[in-house]
């Protein structure tokens, strides 16, 4: 199974953010642009959290908040779960499903290096299954 450096540059490292004090509707909008879930809250290049559409819904529109007013820092959660570049897809898994979360960031050295979804990690698990089913197939044929 690879390890999540491996992953990131088969994937690719490009990261979707947008700033605390950004509205909401702003962070909304890039989300739909990018056909994705959830964006890291970047503030002076640093990592200061990540907002989703989870956040959105529980946080403006069941609370009948406005989305225009409302800075993204407001919803966003801030203490976040990361892992590093050698880390495995396994932990990744493991850290996913312990903590009900759908995306890590991968920070290196204090370096936003990437950001992992559970549909990037279940694709990697589908992959490595298919491989060693090849391999068994092979290995009985010959």
Same mark, same amino acid.
């Given at each position: 199974?690879?390890?999540?450096? $491996? ?20 962070? #909304? ?11 890291? &809250?970047?503030?002076?290049? +640093? ?7 989870? %956040? ?23 203490? &976040?779960?990361?892992? $590093? ?14 903590? +009900?979360? +759908? *995306? ?13 979804? #559970?549909? %990037? ?11 060693? #089913? ?6 009985? *044929?010959?």
């Amino acid at each position: 199974m690879k390890t999540v450096k $491996q992953l990131l540059q088969t994937k690719g490292g490009a990261v979707f953010a947008v700033a605390p004090g950004d509205s909401v509707l702003a962070a #909304i909008r890039v989300m739909a642009e990018k056909g994705i879930g959830a964006l890291v &809250v970047l503030e002076d290049g +640093r990592l200061a959290g990540m907002v989703s559409e989870r %956040d959105y819904a529980r946080k403006v529109i069941l609370l009948g908040r406005s989305s225009q007013d409302t800075p993204v820092r407001d919803i966003m959660t801030a203490r &976040v779960i990361t892992v $590093q570049s050698s880390q495995s897809v396994e932990d990744c898994m493991a850290l996913m499903t312990q903590h +009900r979360i +759908r *995306h890590l960031p991968v920070v290196d050295a204090g370096k936003l290096a990437g950001v992992l979804s #559970i549909g %990037d990690l279940i694709k990697e698990v589908i992959a490595d299954r298919e491989e060693t #089913i090849r391999q068994l197939e092979s290995y009985i *044929h010959s």
